[in-house]
């Protein structure tokens, strides 16, 4: 049984920054890569960023340059730290494996407004 957990989400003016964080807790044996979704109204969820061993890394295009992921194998942790914020950039923020677990976290909600 896995849990995560997101924080760090919160209200932001564009071109400011934050800070997400991933906690995996439980069995995370054998996971190929850990990844960054958004969800905004009306869209389909979407994978911004994933990383595997800490080597391979992929941004969508609409965040490349400003976000970047990272990966703490022992924390079983997956920030994302996330700079020069755009309105489009609003929405709910999840992580989940590649492929996904069964189970969601609850996310956290990243507002871009002035």
């Known amino acids: 049984q896995v849990q995560i957990v997101e924080s760090g989400g919160g209200l932001v003016q564009p071109g400011g920054s934050l800070n997400l964080s991933c906690i995996v807790l439980g069995d995370t044996f054998n996971i190929y890569a850990m990844g960054w979704y958004r969800q905004t109204p009306g869209k389909e969820r979407e994978l911004v960023a994933w990383i595997r061993n800490s080597d391979y890394i992929y941004y969508s295009a609409a965040v490349k340059g400003r976000f970047t992921i990272s990966a703490d194998d022992a924390k079983k942790s997956v920030p994302l730290q996330m700079r020069d914020l755009k309105y489009e950039d609003t929405g709910d923020y999840y992580c989940?494996?590649?492929?996904?677990?069964?189970?969601w976290g609850q996310g956290t909600h990243v507002t871009v407004s002035s």
């Open positions: 989940n494996a590649l492929p996904n677990f069964d189970t």
